[in-house]
Each structure stands twice: as C-alpha cells, then as structure tokens.
C-alpha cells in the first residue's frame, strides 16, 4: 500500500502593496498597507474615497513575473469594470473578482462612491503558476483618465 502526501500545498503571500491616486480631486487613496498576521499569512487593507462618482469605469490589469526585473507574465487585459459587474463576462477578471468579492463593498454595478475593500489573506488562485515572486497591476480609468493604481506584489509556492 502506498500512500504519498504532499508535503507542500501551493500558497501564496502577499509580499507588497502600493496605491497611488493620479488625481487626488476624484480618488483619495487614505490607506492601502499589508497587515502580517504569520509568517505564510498576510491581509490587504485598502480604504479609498472616491470624491465625484464614477459611472464610466475600465480597469487595466497586468501580471508581471520577476526574472531579473519584473516582467510581462501572461495576462494583461482592459476591461469594462461596470459591464464586468453586470455580466461577469470576463475570465480573469472573474479570477480577480473571485478573490475580493466576499471582502469587498465593490459589489454592485456603476456607479461607485465610497469604497472600502479590506482583508484579503485566504488567496486562493485557482490557475497553475510556476513558483515565484509576481505582481498585479491594476490601473483604475474613470471615463478613459487614468484615476488610480493598485499594484500588489506576491510570491506564489507550487504544489509540489
């Protein structure tokens, strides 16, 4: 009888986040910070105003995988934000919606006002990815202006 047990299960960690408002008159950014609660656990803490409300949402999003610098991994998509939110038409998207829905205040189609979106340490990433250091760039366009950032780095472990 042989029985094998992983040993290692895939996980991943929230290494770094960095927000940044371009226009601080439309988004103000008041915190975005990781909270370390183990060694392998970590939670993503963002509270952002939005100051005029936003009807007009596309959200840039970008994986870039560190190999002597970070660069360009697989995705990198333009969404409609407010068209996602009505129809979850969108593969990664949904991937990156699956992450943050049950933590978010973001759960309902355009507009948008007041946003607090907080706690993300349960990630769990339903796609295979090779082990190592990546980043998530997410740039937040209201009515086709660049509005804000949301870049998050993390380090994913395979199931070995």
């Not at 040993?7 to 601080?24: D, H």
């Not at 996602?84 to 507009?111: E, G, Q, Y």
């Not at 086709?144 to 949301?150: E, S």
Request: hydrophobic share 40%; aromatic share 16%; with cysteine.
């Amino acid at each position: 009888f042989n029985l094998n047990i992983p040993q290692e299960a895939p996980r991943v960690k929230m290494t770094n986040a960095v927000c940044q408002s371009y226009n601080k008159s439309w988004v103000v950014v008041h915190y975005c910070r990781l909270k370390a609660y183990s060694r392998f656990k970590t939670s993503l803490n963002i509270n952002a105003t939005f100051l005029e409300p936003a009807n007009n949402i596309s959200l840039h999003l970008k994986v870039m995988k560190k190999a002597s610098g970070y660069k360009p991994f697989l995705f990198d998509y333009t969404i409609d934000a407010c068209l996602f939110m009505r129809k979850r038409n969108h593969p990664f998207a949904k991937v990156i919606w699956n992450l943050i829905k049950d933590v978010s205040t973001a759960n309902h189609t355009c507009p948008y006002g007041l946003q607090m979106v907080h706690d993300f340490y349960n990630i769990q990433v339903p796609i295979s990815l090779p082990s190592g250091d990546y980043l998530l760039l997410m740039d937040w366009i209201f009515d086709g202006k660049p509005q804000f950032a949301t870049n998050v780095y993390f380090n994913f472990v395979e199931d070995l």
